[in-house]
């Protein structure tokens, strides 16, 4: 454990927290470190535990994620998942998820037991609002089955699968860049990249492929011309196609170069990873904060009143 070390690292969501509020960057990624011991500082352990917490859209993220790759794992065992049973299991999971929250399993297991916003802070939704929600995961996993994805995949060999849900890394500026591909297959001289997306389009999409595009380069030596990028907005059964260009990929590196300069410019010893929470300011933005799972640490006397 005594090499356990908090190392810099970047990732899209990294980045998107860092331009959102330096303040929550600093908590994800220093004022937690340490947290998962239930012997450290209280403080520490409370950053940590509101690391881990989710929202209810984060929530469906997660188990329309975890049931696609099932789906994916029994069509390479050649058994079939029909829709209801998906359907049936990713209701099953959200179900088991906001167990989870209501009963604060998470004080004991903040990594593993789900800690919803919704419950933590007080803004319980109806049963009408989570009727609505179990119909939404219904219609998501109906839509991955009927999306033009789906079936492509059915058509591909298992054996040209490159990637499902696994964690990647590769290096641009000497620094670690994380991502993580939801499906990656290749196809006789192509390589597809998929990316499941439970919630709306927002502008990081984009970069978000363009990242894999870089990914997939390095890890398994393919040119650029060959690889084709999908978003696939589940809700809607809509996709979004991109081709990794040469000049979007360039503006992405030089985009992760920036971005992880600036980040390690807020550092007091860059080379060693070390930060001051006073050199990463709260955002003005209170209709910002009120949705953040940090706000109990930012504003712990009027939380309650944003």
Known sequence: MADFKNKFSWSISQDRTFQTCKRKYYLNRY???????????????????????????MLVGDVVHQTISKILDSLKARKTWDIGYSQKHAVRLFKDGWKQSKNEEWVQDPKRKKNLFEHYYDSTPSEEDLVEVGDS????????????SFKFIKTSRPV???????????????????????????HEDLVYLYDWKTGKKISEDERQLAVYSLYAVNKWAVDLGSIRLFDVYLKTNTPLTIRASQKLVEETQQYIEKSIKEMK????????????IDKFPMIENKNICKHCSFKEICYPDNFKEL
């Open 137 to 148: 995961i219904k219609n998501t996993v109906e839509n991955f089955y009927s999306s033009e």
């Open 160 to 186: 040209d699968w490159l990637s499902k849900e696994e964690l990647g890394e590769f290096k641009v500026a000497g620094e670690t860049v994380y991502c993580k591909i939801d499906f990656a297959v290749k």
């Open 31 to 57: 004022g937690s470190w340490g947290g998962w011991d239930k012997n450290s500082d209280e403080l520490t352990r409370k950053i940590y535990i509101l690391k881990n917490q989710a929202t209810i859209p």
């Open 265 to 276: 410019s807020l550092l007091d010893h860059p080379d060693e990873n070390i930060a001051s």
